[in-house]
């Protein structure tokens, strides 16, 4: 097996987790890389697919404040 295709595995018990030296110091990019083959699977599971489109879907609505104190919204 290749050496870039090799992965260390370690064995932990509960207590130690979240003492890791080498997560310490992971960038935010690095520690999301390592997540998100993760996330996709656990959306797989639940029949999401995150092949569409990745368009934000976010709906807004703008009201225009009235000049007039007695009109209300």
Request: no cysteine; net charge positive.
């Amino acid at each position: 097996m290749p050496a870039e295709n090799r992965r260390q595995i370690r064995k932990s018990t509960l207590a130690e987790q979240g003492q890791e030296k080498d997560l310490a110091q992971a960038t935010i990019e690095e520690r999301m890389a390592m997540v998100w083959p993760l996330t996709v699977s656990a959306w797989a599971m639940m029949g999401v697919d995150l092949r569409g489109s990745r368009l934000q879907r976010h709906v807004e609505r703008v009201v225009k404040r009235s000049d007039d104190p007695n009109d209300a919204l």
